[in-house]
């Protein structure tokens, strides 16, 4: 079992949907909870960061983390063709340290 | 100011073949990190460097793959002895922060392809 779960899709939905995407993971030691959005051939690019449980709004972006159920979601309001992409989950833990774990992705496809 | 840079785009090596990949992280950045793309699942975590410390090397799949970052600035990653399975792209991010993972800027990585 990886430590992190994604289901990698793809999700298709209409212009204008709300999107949930989501990840589970194993460790509870991770106290670091990333999105990423990487467009194809591109590097990933940060989109929301939550440190340890909580939401967090950032626009038509909110990210959530239950570290009860080791269960974190982004919610994208008001979808846009522009926001096609894959969609990372990432992790850390809070050791000062260096390993990021990074769950598959989950290609979302917004249909105009 | 440029963002992180990576060089070669793409890269095909016959198997058997060395290869170095190169990474300019932004300027002053302190944090540098390698990481391998499979097609179709998230980055992989191979190496850490701390200015010119290497700090972590945990993921470095085998004796083959060294990387090294002389001055704390520009970093190559060198794979020896290239084999199919190395097929990925490979990304380089960095970070101005010291340890903590989360602010890291990636590069468009070098999609490596051995035949």
């Known amino acids: 079992q990886k430590e992190v779960e994604q289901d990698p899709g793809p999700l298709s939905v209409p212009e204008g949907a709300i999107v949930s995407l989501n990840c589970t993971y194993s460790?509870?030691?991770?106290?670091?909870f990333m999105w990423y959005r990487q467009y194809s051939r591109k590097g990933p690019e940060l989109l929301m960061y939550?440190?340890?449980?909580g939401n967090k709004e950032d626009g038509r972006f909110t990210a959530q983390v239950d570290k009860s159920s080791k269960y974190i979601s982004l919610f994208i309001r008001d979808s846009q063709p522009s926001d096609s992409a894959t969609y990372l989950c990432?992790?850390?833990?809070?050791?000062?340290?260096?390993?990021?774990?990074f769950g598959a992705g989950t290609r979302l496809f917004v249909k105009a | 100011g440029a963002g992180v840079s990576q060089s070669p785009r793409y890269k095909v090596a016959k198997r058997g073949q060395d290869v170095a990949l190169r990474c300019d992280p932004i300027?002053?950045?302190?944090?540098l990190f390698w990481y391998q793309q499979a097609l179709g699942q998230g980055p992989e975590f191979l190496t850490y460097?701390?200015?010119?410390?290497?700090?972590?090397k945990s993921g470095l799949p085998s004796d083959r793959f060294f990387a090294e970052r002389p001055e704390g600035s520009v970093s190559t990653l060198k794979i020896q002895r290239t084999q199919q399975e190395d097929s990925a792209v490979y990304l380089c991010?960095?970070?101005?922060?010291?340890?903590?993972?989360?602010?890291?800027?990636f590069g468009p990585g070098t999609r490596l392809t051995v035949l």
């Open positions: 460790n509870s030691a991770f106290q670091y």
């Open positions: 990432a992790m850390s833990e809070y050791t000062g340290g260096f390993k990021t774990i």
């Open positions: 939550t440190y340890s449980s």
């Open positions: 991010a960095s970070s101005a922060r010291r340890g903590l993972a989360y602010e890291q800027f």
């Open positions: 300027s002053g950045h302190v944090s």
């Open positions: 460097f701390q200015n010119e410390a290497q700090l972590d």
